[in-house]
């Protein structure tokens, strides 16, 4: 429980949440189950199909929230996704790796399969309409927010970091942006063995 | 008729690696531009180099072109507790005298946005820099890898 809660702690900082937000989950007074992170959504894969929460149990999971226009943390975390996916050989098919845009505007899932092609075919990428992307960010507990660019156009601030998820879908921990390209394989193991 | 191919062939793996390249305007140098190679269907790349004041004078990076993408803008990004951001510079980029200003992944960078192609490895992409007092300078991006010396350093860890 102790332990639930400073994982949820740490997951708040990394995330950038808002101090309220966290002291209020962390709080000893609520059970750590009322401040879960993730929940029902329905969204569209790259190839148009549905795809829901539930299609995610019985796996763990990594997920991570980003966009195509992005130049540096989203390719370079796709990268990183991709390399883990190789370094778990045959028990990459046993995890989820998902991709979810937070610019549905322009991601529609035929861009999403375009530009995941230059990755491992086994990353999942989600879009939707502004309002599911709205609530799936809002349950993940992910900041986005739209920048106007001067010269037209925008560019998106966004929560950096995957976050895991075991074959329940209980929260299972969270990997920040940079560092050792490979810091997600042994996390995914040990969720494996679990 | 061996010796000229293999000389051929040393040749491109040596235009293939990532050398050093420099261009001077005014009292700038200008080190090593450098672009990563995008995914498939990316619509933004970025663009990296140093410029090294050596006058007495501050000038300013103000702003560029390409024919590699519909524009190019000066940026800088940052990843503050958890969350990346990235803003525009629209007055563009100073450089004091005496000082060297590094774009590099994680920080300051070009951004060239609207790509008509993605780049890739090898990729040579022409721009022109247009700085307050030293003028403008075409300079050469190389897609590939950051280069050996550091100044690829930034946020990058391999």
């Given at each position: 429980?102790?332990?639930?809660?400073?994982?949820?702690?740490?997951?708040?900082?990394?995330?950038?949440?808002?101090?309220?937000?966290?002291?209020?989950?962390?709080?000893?007074?609520?059970?750590?189950?009322?401040?879960?992170?993730?929940?029902?959504?329905?969204?569209?894969?790259?190839?148009?199909?549905?795809?829901?929460?539930?299609?995610?149990?019985?796996?763990?999971?990594?997920?991570?929230?980003?966009?195509?226009?992005?130049?540096?943390?989203?390719?370079?975390?796709?990268?990183?996704?991709?390399?883990?996916?190789?370094?778990?050989?045959?028990?990459?098919?046993?995890?989820?790796?998902?991709?979810?845009?937070?610019?549905?505007?322009?991601?529609?899932?035929?861009?999403?399969?375009?530009?995941?092609?230059?990755?491992?075919?086994?990353?999942?990428?989600?879009?939707?309409?502004?309002?599911?992307?709205?609530?799936?960010?809002?349950?993940?507990?992910?900041?986005?927010?739209?920048?106007?660019?001067?010269?037209?156009?925008?560019?998106?601030?966004?929560?950096?970091?995957?976050?895991?998820?075991?074959?329940?879908?209980?929260?299972?921990?969270?990997?920040?942006?940079g560092g050792d390209p490979n810091r997600g394989v042994g996390p995914l193991r040990q969720l494996l063995g679990r | 008729m061996r010796r000229t191919l293999l000389l051929a062939l040393a040749g491109l793996l040596v235009a293939g690696t990532a050398m050093a390249h420099e261009y001077s305007v005014g009292s700038l140098k200008i080190g090593h531009p450098w672009s990563r190679p995008t995914p498939a269907g990316a619509v933004a790349g970025g663009g990296f180099l140093t410029i090294t004041n050596t006058g007495k004078e501050p000038d300013r990076l103000l702003s560029g072109t390409t024919t590699a993408a519909d524009r190019l803008e000066i940026h800088e990004m940052s990843v503050t507790d958890g969350i990346m951001r990235m803003r525009a510079l629209p007055d563009g980029l100073a450089i004091a005298p005496g000082q060297t200003v590094k774009l590099a992944p994680g920080g300051y960078h070009i951004m060239l946005i609207g790509l008509k192609k993605p780049l890739a490895i090898g990729d040579r992409v022409p721009a022109r820099l247009k700085f307050e007092k030293a003028g403008e300078v075409k300079v050469t991006f190389l897609v590939g890898n950051p280069p050996a010396d550091g100044t690829g350093a930034g946020m990058e860890h391999h």
């Open positions: 429980m102790r332990r639930a809660i400073w994982a949820l702690v740490g997951l708040c900082l990394l995330l950038g949440l808002t101090q309220t937000s966290c002291d209020r989950s962390a709080s000893p007074e609520k059970p750590a189950a009322t401040a879960s992170i993730g929940g029902p959504f329905r969204l569209v894969d790259q190839d148009g199909r549905s795809f829901t929460d539930k299609d995610l149990l019985g796996k763990p999971t990594a997920i991570f929230f980003g966009f195509t226009f992005c130049l540096e943390v989203c390719p370079t975390t796709l990268a990183d996704m991709t390399r883990w996916l190789a370094a778990l050989g045959p028990d990459g098919g046993r995890v989820n790796v998902v991709f979810v845009s937070i610019d549905p505007t322009r991601d529609t899932p035929s861009v999403l399969k375009h530009y995941l092609g230059s990755f491992d075919p086994r990353i999942r990428g989600l879009t939707g309409t502004e309002a599911e992307i709205d609530t799936v960010a809002r349950e993940y507990r992910v900041y986005y927010r739209k920048v106007p660019l001067p010269g037209g156009g925008y560019t998106m601030d966004h929560t950096a970091g995957v976050v895991l998820f075991d074959r329940s879908g209980q929260f299972a921990g969270a990997i920040g942006y | -």
